[in-house]
């Protein structure tokens, strides 16, 4: 079973840029689709965007797309989370979550069984 371990969160600027990763171990990568959701305080967990197993395709909420970008790197065994342009509304704690052989599309509403620990990522104005 992969372990996912995130990292990378901070505080940062509004209109600044962050990285954060998501690194695998346990098992391959390269089988996995991947997510990335994220939960703000007293909300619920919201998926923000997803990359296939493949690594060739990924799709994202209106919200993000433009100024969010998911990568898999599968010799690093590390999924990552570019995001910038940010936003004060994109505060929360950002979490990855793993699927073996899943679309990117089908991340955002099918159970995932694998996911890390969460990384925070606050955005002042």
């Known amino acids: 079973q992969v372990q996912l371990v995130e990292s990378g969160g901070g505080l940062v600027q509004a209109g600044g840029s962050l990285r954060v990763s998501c690194v695998a171990s346990?098992?391959?990568?390269?089988?996995?689709?991947a997510a990335w959701f994220r939960q703000a305080p007293g909300k619920e967990r919201e998926f923000v965007g997803a990359?296939?197993?493949?690594?060739?395709?990924?799709t994202y909420i209106d919200s993000v797309k433009g100024r969010f970008t998911i990568s898999k790197d599968n010799a690093k065994n590390t999924v990552y989370l570019v995001m910038n342009s940010l936003k004060p509304e994109d505060t929360a704690v950002y979490y990855c979550?793993?699927?073996?052989?899943?679309?990117?599309?089908?991340?955002?509403?099918?159970?995932?069984?694998?996911w890390g620990q969460g990384t925070q990522v606050t955005v002042s104005s």
């Open positions: 346990e098992d391959p990568l390269n089988k996995y689709a």
């Open positions: 990359i296939d197993w493949t690594g060739r395709n990924t």
């Open positions: 979550a793993a699927e073996p052989f899943t679309t990117a599309q089908a991340m955002a509403v099918i159970p995932l069984d694998y």
